[in-house]
């Protein structure tokens, strides 16, 4: 499947609402030299021709850093813009769909909410799973019932693919989603909107053990 050395440590998913227009490019460009490893293109009021000319522009920022690039929930834009994969949910489009138009060269990130979720998992078809959500969060406010950190902990055990953790996540919750068992972090408000989001993700990625790039 694709991009198998995919490093989900420090998973920045946009909003449009916290960094808007010109601010996202700016912010992704930032993040990343603070240490995030990969960015997940989010807005779901965006049409796909929006989505599509704001992914080739991350593209085009994210070029030479080896910083992977997914947009979530819009296949059509994703093979517009001949990103790294998709990102999708699971009410989104069925899993076997995405694999079966992007190929085995793409990335295909699927979220999942509970255990029963995660043990139908086919790991032919996915290359790593978001779970959550962890904690409530503003970000996404029709978001699934909570599971905290022990809820985080068994869907990780049971994972047949690498895992990231996702929902109102900061700094102060790193180690603790890496005890629980993932392979990384998804933020989106820690860093998104932040004043200085280079400075934002160094903090989080020097506490997840990356980053080592010093701010300038």
């Known amino acids: 499947m694709g991009l198998k050395a995919q490093d989900l440590t420090l998973y920045l998913v946009t909003d449009p609402i916290l960094c808007p227009g010109p601010l996202l490019i700016e912010t992704v460009t930032a993040a990343v030299k603070g240490g995030v490893s990969f960015v997940q293109l989010r807005d779901k009021d965006a049409t796909t021709s929006e989505r599509v000319d704001m992914a080739r522009a991350l593209k085009t920022c994210l070029r030479g850093t080896g910083v992977p690039l997914v947009v979530n929930d819009d296949l059509d834009a994703a093979i517009a813009a001949d990103v790294d994969g998709i990102h999708i ?30 043990k139908a998992v086919n790991a032919d078809l996915v290359d790593y799973l978001g ?54 972090m998804a933020v989106v408000s820690a860093i998104c909107g932040q004043p200085n989001p280079k400075a934002a993700a160094k903090a989080l990625s020097s506490t997840l053990k990356i980053g080592e790039e010093p701010l300038t």
Request: with cysteine; charged share 25%; proline share 4%.
């Open 131 to 184: 779970l959550g959500t962890v904690f409530a969060t503003s970000t996404k406010a029709d978001h699934k019932p909570t599971i905290g950190l022990s809820g985080l902990a068994k869907m990780a055990r049971l994972s047949p693919v690498p895992s990231v953790a996702i929902g109102g996540l900061k700094v102060d919750h790193a180690k603790a989603v890496l005890r629980a068992g993932c392979d990384g």
């Open 89 to 118: 949910g699971q009410d989104d489009i069925a899993v076997e769909e995405a694999r079966a138009r992007l190929g085995s060269r793409k990335i295909v990130g699927l979220s999942c909410e509970n255990a029963t979720q995660v």
